[in-house]
């Protein structure tokens, strides 16, 4: 079956850091890749998409990555502050075209003062 | 603005019991969706319709029933509530049912089946 696994683990880093989170997927070759961030207590608000075809995507501190061949993706936060601890998720839409996104268990993370 | 409103947030309530949880959309968009959040954080579609029309229906129970009276609507009933339904419901829409779509989440609904 589709499958997407994020590290489950926390992680944990200093501010000024760069976080770095995973994102594997396995049994299928998705066209893109969305990651998520979601706070306690809220919905996931979306932060980027990458396509098959991009190697890279940034937006302002944020990174994320798509390599088909190791079926990874990164997201990766630079110069990270402690608003940016939350849990964050990644998704692919399943076969089909019907835009049902499979979403990873997300990881959370903690960024300390 | 509020783009994605559900309502109630909280819900508490007893086995056997039937509740509906209301979603509304100001986005235009065409595509609602519904999720389940359980303990674990595992966030898993539900269903989805597209203007109206059902486009995903997973292998959830019979008792839950999605309702779309127009498309900036998605409601979900739950008949004979059970233990193992308390969860976090999330409902959410986009643009189309492309994966490329990015989907705006509303606050959810924590339902507590006692």
């Known amino acids: 079956s589709q499958k997407i696994e994020q590290n489950s683990e926390a992680l944990n880093i200093q501010e000024g850091k760069t976080a770095t989170l995973t994102c594997n997927y396995t049994?299928?070759?998705?066209?893109?890749l969305q990651w998520y961030r979601q706070d306690p207590g809220r919905g996931p608000v979306f932060l980027l998409l990458i396509r098959e075809n991009e190697k890279e995507k940034r937006k302002e501190r944020l990174k994320v990555t798509f390599d088909t061949t190791l079926k990874q993706s990164l997201f990766h936060i630079t110069a990270s502050q402690p608003a940016d601890s939350a849990t964050y998720l990644c998704a692919y839409e399943g076969s089909g075209n019907t835009g049902k996104l499979i979403f990873g268990q997300g990881t959370t993370l903690q960024v300390k003062p | 603005d509020t783009a994605v409103s559900q309502t109630p947030k909280y819900l508490v309530t007893q086995m056997g019991n039937d509740k509906s949880i209301k979603c509304e959309q100001n986005?235009?968009?065409?595509?609602m969706y519904w999720y389940k959040q359980d303990s674990k954080k595992f966030l898993k579609i539900m269903f989805s319709y597209n203007n109206k029309e059902l486009i995903i229906n997973e292998t959830v129970p019979n008792r839950f029933s999605p309702k779309s009276p127009d498309k900036a609507h998605l409601n979900l009933h739950i008949n004979s509530l059970e233990l193992g339904d308390s969860a976090v419901y999330f409902c959410?829409?986009?643009?189309?049912?492309?994966?490329?779509?990015?989907?705006?989440f509303g606050p959810g609904t924590r339902l507590t089946v006692t």
């Open positions: 959410a829409s986009s643009q189309g049912v492309w994966g490329f779509d990015e989907q705006y």
């Open positions: 986005l235009g968009h065409d595509t």
């Open positions: 049994n299928y070759s998705p066209a893109y």
